[in-house]
């Protein structure tokens, strides 16, 4: 084996193996186990939260794997509605063609040619991690297969009447021309104002104070043309008297009543609210309650129309109102509106104030546009009668949430739950499968042919609906879409319901809860038995990580490394504003003063699952990566020194007859609890509990002591075939061991180690992910053994102790004396003093006799006894005291330098918190230091 770890050469070579030969598809022959890769964008890249949730659902595929379970992971990407159209319409424009140039089907023509050119880009990283999921049954939302069961299940859902087709107000992407959901909403912190608007009360009537008008306060104007009611607080004593009476709302001359309502808050502003229902969702519901009218003042651009569009609350036209618009503001964008609607209020006398104010203004996550609250015809699932199985299904206990708090989040949701809004105005999608004949009349089906022999509809001119699904409709039946379904496949009936979904707590509204109702609802069966959420991935300080921040990390380029010029150029690309990108670049040259070394997949993943603590989101820090690569070479390095010490030797594969020392036992029994730590803690998906008793055991007790310990026997010439054979066997058998139990964490490494070192061992088989995960054996845990070498453990730590306090040189043998030392002390010291001796180069040990008086010497504690080591004649100690004086004046000097500082008023309140805790964690480690070199010198003084 390489005397180097290069993961680069290992990892793409073993994962083309994997795949190749299908190892990744079901295999096993116990219970099935399954997890549906919750399917990327077509469109996307990796992020670090593909990174970390791909890194974690492959830890409990392979650890399942490797227990003997029928495993399958589903792959499979979404088609991405919104985000794929925005891609083929760039490609257009920069021809200067528009969708419409092309006609619908040409242009989906373009979208597919697209996919099957450039929308596996995500797919391939996700190789790149290590991901075992089985590509042989990947699916894409698009698919035929796929297509068909998003048409039974809208057939479904609209014959048990669950789905209908209503006017009601959506997210409007003004830009993009289609409803969004909310998820595709960003709400951006921005300086705006707020305008106090006159409004003229009817028919004589005042306010308490005598004003012949009220003000509402608005932050936006344009609005008001469609305001259909002034709402007060029915308790505000100011007001309680106009209610039920009307104002004049200005410039339109409509009347409209003062109502109220709890949704005034009397101490916000003047206590009075314009009610706007088709044009912002909380004077919605104020609407429904009091049955006001529903006015739109806007086309599908966000312009002003000559004439409103008014409707009841059913959605039926109101024929009877006065729906006359100023024609002054006609086709006015919504922007330039407000300007002159202001303008005009200022002109009238009816402007009170503007204030700034801050506001949080939504913008679609792809257009950048402001989203305007707008009132639509859309189809809608009647989500209710569907929640109430949902809300069963996790009260009950059929599904399970991991951390537990989080099904609190989804009560909440689902117990309040709205009307889903699934149709897109878009042209890359599902098509809705309903048709209208020339009345309007819709008739829904699986196709034209069904829906025409069903209604007896003959001959007549039928127009398939125009819109799409939301893509959250075809992802809500992904855990059983994926299997087949409508049809009862054989893997529908393996591996459905699946096991375990692994997803970010943001999505589990848009997704978990949609998945839950529709499997319950189409298929009886609930998705999943487990809901894994995990935390969002922030940089090393906790912030989220974005590219305005510029602190965004790839995972690709930790694994493969990146310089620091492209580095910079990445973070940047594409920033508008100079100073950003400015700020930005200087930022990651600081952070990243050579690039981002490579430092493998392997590395990577173990890192993801050291911070997987349940529900909290991951301070990411490159420090941890590189500890873990370390903890690869470590791995690495111990088995060169394994194969070392045991290819071509006798290893007793055969299980020849062996001798195995209390040293070998030991480490036996060790891992016999390592075994079932990583087992319970994988069990139970405390991820960093496991990983963190897999390094324990591997950095601290294999390599750390074992392999130390076991040293005089293998290079012992005296030592009997049997003894040496047992540390051989126990030497290549632990570690075959640890690669099984590091496997799911670390693929790669593993499995080109355990290729290297299986024969020593006793096993065979093409691949180390189908070997059987380990099984601790409680037989083989020996207290005994365990107690002995914890003693031995702390006797040589004692031992180097002294030696690193003194400056005592290794290659210098010391005597040491025992005191205080019990009958059990001096039986371990009996049957370890030569391997003691040997490893902590001792000349000599010996038991002080209890009528003996201590020799002057350096100290170390072993439960009781203490462990001395003369100091006549192991150092010059006028010289060794002139060091210590010369560094104790140094730190002295440091203290009261930092001290001073830190005393300094005026430092204090300038200095940022980073700069001052910096500086106080400064101070301590000198104080700390000073304080164990003051005790130190003491001691030598007193020799």
């Not at 083309?16 to 990327?40: D, M, R, V």
């Not at 049954?137 to 809208?154: P, Q």
Request: net charge negative.
């Amino acid at each position: 084996m390489d005397k180097t770890y290069q993961p680069h050469e290992i990892e793409s070579r073993w994962y083309a193996e994997w795949e190749a030969k299908n190892y990744f598809a079901p295999q096993g022959s116990g219970e099935s186990y399954t997890i549906a890769l919750p399917p990327p964008n077509v469109t996307g890249s990796l992020h670090m939260g593909h990174g970390f949730n791909n890194a974690i659902m492959d830890a409990l595929i392979r650890f399942r794997r490797m227990q003997g379970r029928n495993t399958l992971w589903q792959p499979g990407t979404d088609h991405a509605g919104i985000a794929t159209q925005m891609v083929v319409e760039r490609q257009l424009a920069a021809q200067n063609l528009s969708r419409h140039d092309l006609g619908r089907d040409k242009f989906l023509e373009k979208v597919w040619e697209w996919k099957e050119q450039s929308g596996g880009t995500i797919t391939r990283q996700i190789r790149r991690l290590g991901s075992s999921v089985d590509w042989s049954r990947e699916r894409f939302t698009m698919d035929e297969g796929l297509s068909e069961a998003v048409k039974e299940a809208f057939v479904r859902l609209h014959e048990d009447g669950l789905i209908y087709r209503g006017k009601r107000l959506v997210n409007w992407d003004t830009k993009l021309h289609t409803a969004i959901s909310d998820l595709e909403v960003e709400n951006h912190d921005e300086k705006g104002s707020l305008w106090n608007l006159r409004y003229p009360l009817a028919d004589g009537e005042k306010t308490a104070e005598g004003l012949d008008y009220l003000i509402v306060a608005t932050t936006r104007p344009e609005t008001m043309l469609g305001d259909s009611a002034v709402a007060v607080n029915p308790n505000d004593e100011r007001y309680q008297a106009l209610i039920g009476k009307f104002v004049e709302l200005p410039l339109v001359g409509r009347r409209i009543p003062i109502i109220g309502d709890d949704y005034c808050d009397p101490e916000f502003g003047t206590g009075c609210v314009k009610i706007t229902p088709a044009h912002d969702f909380n004077d919605y519901e104020v609407g429904k309650r009091h049955h006001l009218p529903l006015i739109n003042i806007l086309d599908k651009d966000a312009a002003i129309l000559a004439k409103a569009q008014v409707f009841n609350l059913d959605g039926s036209v109101n024929s009877d109102f006065d729906a006359s618009l100023p024609a002054q503001f006609a086709g006015l964008d919504r922007f330039e509106a407000r300007k002159q609607i202001v303008a005009a209020f200022d002109a009238l006398g009816l402007l009170e104030k503007i204030d700034d104010h801050a506001l949080k203004v939504p913008k679609g996550d792809r257009s950048g546009t402001v989203i305007e609250p707008w009132l639509t015809d859309q189809w809608y699932v009647s989500t209710k009668p569907l929640a109430e199985k949902a809300i069963a299904a996790v009260e009950d206990g059929s599904i399970q949430f991991v951390p537990k708090q989080y099904e609190n989040m989804y009560f909440s949701w689902m117990r309040d739950i709205q009307d889903w809004c699934i149709s897109r105005q878009l042209w890359w999608g599902h098509r809705i499968p309903a048709w209208y004949d020339e009345a309007g009349n819709v008739y829904v089906g699986r196709d034209e042919a069904e829906v025409r022999a069903r209604h007896n509809l003959g001959d007549i001119a039928l127009r398939q609906d125009d819109d799409v699904l939301d893509t959250w409709f075809s992802s809500g039946l992904w855990t059983f879409s994926t299997l087949g379904w409508p049809e009862q496949t054989d893997f529908l009936k393996t591996f459905h319901p699946t096991d375990v979904l692994v997803t970010g707590f943001d999505i589990i509204f848009f997704w978990v809860a949609r998945m839950i109702m529709m499997s319950l609802h189409l298929t009886g069966q609930i998705p999943f038995k487990t809901v894994y959420v995990h935390g969002l991935v922030r940089d090393s300080q906790g912030h989220k990580m974005s590219k305005s921040k510029g602190n965004v990390l790839d995972p690709l380029d930790i694994v493969d490394g990146i310089d620091l010029e492209t580095l910079v150029a990445k973070r940047t690309s594409g920033m508008m504003q100079p100073k950003l990108a400015e700020k930005i670049a200087k930022q990651t040259r600081a952070e990243f003063p050579e690039g981002i070394a490579s430092y493998g997949t392997d590395a990577l993943r173990f890192t993801f699952c050291s911070l997987a603590s349940t529900g909290r989101d991951i301070k990411f820090d490159m420090g941890r990566v590189e500890g873990y690569r370390n903890f690869c070479n470590k791995l690495w390095n111990a088995t060169n020194f394994v194969l070392e010490n045991t290819d071509g030797k006798d290893c007793g594969a055969n299980d020849e007859a062996v001798e195995l020392s209390p040293v070998d036992r030991w480490i036996i029994s060790a891992l016999q609890r390592c075994e079932q730590d990583v087992t319970r803690h994988l069990d139970q998906f405390r991820f960093d509990l496991a990983a963190q008793s897999l390094y324990e055991f591997v950095w601290d007790e294999y390599c750390a002591w074992y392999l130390e310990l076991v040293k005089p026997v293998l290079w012992d010439e005296t030592a009997s075939v049997e003894r040496q054979r047992g540390t051989r066997r126990t030497l290549v058998r632990v570690l075959e061991v640890i690669l099984r139990l590091a496997h799911p964490f670390m693929p790669f490494i593993t499995e080109e180690i355990w290729q290297r070192i299986k024969g020593l061992a006793g096993k065979e088989g093409p691949t180390l992910m189908l070997q059987p995960w380990p099984v601790a054996n409680e037989a083989r845990i020996d207290a005994a053994a365990e107690a002995d070498i914890a003693w031995v453990k702390d006797f040589m730590l004692g031992v180097r102790q002294i030696r690193g306090e003194m400056k005592i040189s290794m290659a210098k043998r010391i005597d040491v004396v025992l005191a205080n030392a019990s009958d059990e002390d001096q039986r371990r010291l009996a049957a370890f003093e030569p391997l003691i001796a040997k490893l902590a180069k001792l000349e000599s040990v010996r038991v002080l006799a209890a009528s003996e008086e201590a020799p002057l010497a350096a100290t170390a504690l072993v439960g009781d006894m203490q462990v001395l080591v003369p100091m006549a004649g192991l150092i010059d100690k006028d010289a060794e005291l002139a060091r210590l004086d010369k560094e104790l004046a140094r730190l002295e000097g440091e203290v009261k330098r930092v001290g001073g500082k830190l005393a300094n008023e005026g430092f204090v309140a300038k200095a940022p918190a980073e700069v001052l805790d910096k500086e106080r964690a400064k101070l301590a480690e000198a104080e700390q230091a000073l304080a164990k070199l003051a005790e130190q010198r003491a001691r030598i003084a007193a020799l």
